[in-house]
């Protein structure tokens, strides 16, 4: 597995992007003091660049599952998976992406 950027999100465990095998780019998350490492984001799309909102229950990223690389967020509690900047693709098109945003995440401070 390629692995980049790791991301810390305390002292034991940290965030990185990389790529099993033909994959695209997924997000795991790995400990120091077992040496495992578990995928957090699996797609079909290149997701890289984690890091970890503040009270770790949040994980913003960059994505292209849009069409386009745009930031993403995962609410680790419930496993959703949004868009919260930029734009995206339909048919073709390209078009302004209309949400809501995210305020205290160390990418992203939008409001």
């Known amino acids: 597995m390629g692995a980049a950027h790791p991301n810390w999100m305390d002292g034991e465990y ?14 795991f998350i790995a400990s120091i003091n077992t040496h495992k490492t578990e995928t957090i984001i699996e797609s079909r799309w290149n997701d890289y660049n984690p890091s970890i909102s503040p009270d770790r229950t949040k994980i ?4 292209d599952r849009s ?4 930031v993403w967020l995962l609410d680790r509690e419930n496993g ?19 949400g809501s945003f995210v305020c205290g995440l160390s990418m992203v401070c939008l409001v």
Do not use: A, C
Request: proline residues 2%; aromatic residues 18%.
């Open 67 to 70: 069409g386009m690389n745009e």
């Open 80 to 98: 959703t998976i949004r868009q919260i900047t930029g734009y995206f693709k339909l048919h073709g098109v390209t078009h302004p992406f209309r």
């Open 14 to 27: 940290f965030l990185f992007h990389g790529r099993k095998m033909k994959y695209e780019s997924n997000i």
């Open 60 to 63: 913003v990223f960059i994505s």
